[in-house]
C-alpha cells in the first residue's frame, strides 16, 4: 500500500504547482518551491489509515480535514464535513473520487473486493455512478498492477467493465483538453498516461502535460 500512496502522494506535489499554470509540454522540472501536497494527499493518507485501522472511513476523513483544514478542500467537501457526522454524501461526480482511492488497490487479494471496497469509500462523499466507476476503474489498474496484468490486459479491462475509451493517444488529446472536474472525463486520460508511460517519471509527465486543471478557488469542489 505504501507504493500506491507515493505515487498518489508524489503525482500531487508535483502536479500542484500546475494548477494555475497548465503546462502542455512533457518537459518541466518536477519540484519547485511552491510544490506542496493537498487535500488530495490527505485523503489518500486518511483512507489508506482507515482501511489499515478499520476505523470508520467518514469519521477518518473528518479527522485528517481538521489535522490539514488549510490542504485546498473544496466548498463542497467543507460542507460535507460542516453538515457533521452521518450527513448525506453529495450528489458528486467529479474525480476527487478517483484521486485517494489508491490505497483501495491494496486493500485485498481479490479484483471484485477491491471494487466493493473502492465503492464503499467513495459513495461516503460521492453519491453518483459517474464517481464510483472512476473510483473503481482506479483502484482496480492499481490492483491489476500489483498483481502482475500486462498493460494490455489492464486496458482491456477497464474499457469492458466502465467503457472507458483508452485508445486515444495523449498527443491527440493534449491540444484541444481543458478544465473537466468530472471522473468520465479526467480518469481515461489518467491511466492512458500510465499506459503510454515508459516508467514511473514518464506518467507523471505524461498526466501532468494533458494540462486542464485550475487552482481550487476555481474549482466547484476539489476533493468532492
Not at 480535514?65 to 457526522?85: K, L, N, V
Not at 472536474?181 to 502535460?209: M, Q
Request: glycine share 10%; hydrophobic share 45%.
Amino acid at each position: 500500500m505504501i507504493s500506491a500512496m507515493f505515487g498518489a502522494i508524489a503525482g500531487d506535489v508535483i502536479g500542484s504547482v500546475f494548477e494555475r499554470n497548465n503546462v502542455k509540454s512533457k518537459t518541466f522540472p518536477l519540484f519547485d518551491a511552491a510544490s506542496r501536497f493537498t487535500d488530495d494527499t490527505v485523503l489518500t493518507v486518511a483512507l489508506a489509515h482507515s482501511l489499515i485501522s478499520g476505523e470508520d472511513a467518514g469519521r477518518t476523513m473528518r479527522s485528517f480535514h481538521a489535522r490539514y483544514p488549510d490542504a485546498g478542500f473544496g466548498p463542497t467537501f467543507r460542507a460535507w464535513i460542516e453538515a457533521g457526522d452521518g450527513a448525506a454524501a453529495p450528489r458528486s461526480a467529479s474525480n476527487g473520487a478517483a484521486m485517494r482511492i489508491a490505497p483501495a488497490g491494496w486493500a485485498a487479494g481479490s479484483l471484485e473486493v477491491v471494487l466493493a471496497e473502492a465503492q464503499r469509500l467513495t459513495v461516503l462523499t460521492h453519491d453518483h455512478p459517474e464517481a464510483v466507476a472512476g473510483a473503481q476503474a482506479t483502484a482496480a489498474a492499481v490492483f491489476l498492477a500489483r498483481t502482475g496484468a500486462t498493460k494490455g490486459e489492464l486496458r482491456e479491462f477497464v474499457e469492458a467493465r466502465f467503457g472507458y475509451d483508452l485508445s486515444v493517444p495523449l498527443d491527440a488529446v493534449r491540444p484541444g483538453y481543458a478544465f473537466d472536474l468530472s471522473c468520465a472525463g479526467t480518469v481515461p486520460h489518467a491511466i492512458r498516461a500510465f499506459l503510454e508511460a515508459s516508467d514511473f517519471e514518464d506518467a507523471l509527465r505524461n498526466a501532468i502535460s494533458i494540462g486542464g486543471e485550475r487552482g481550487s478557488e476555481l474549482r466547484d469542489n476539489e476533493t468532492v
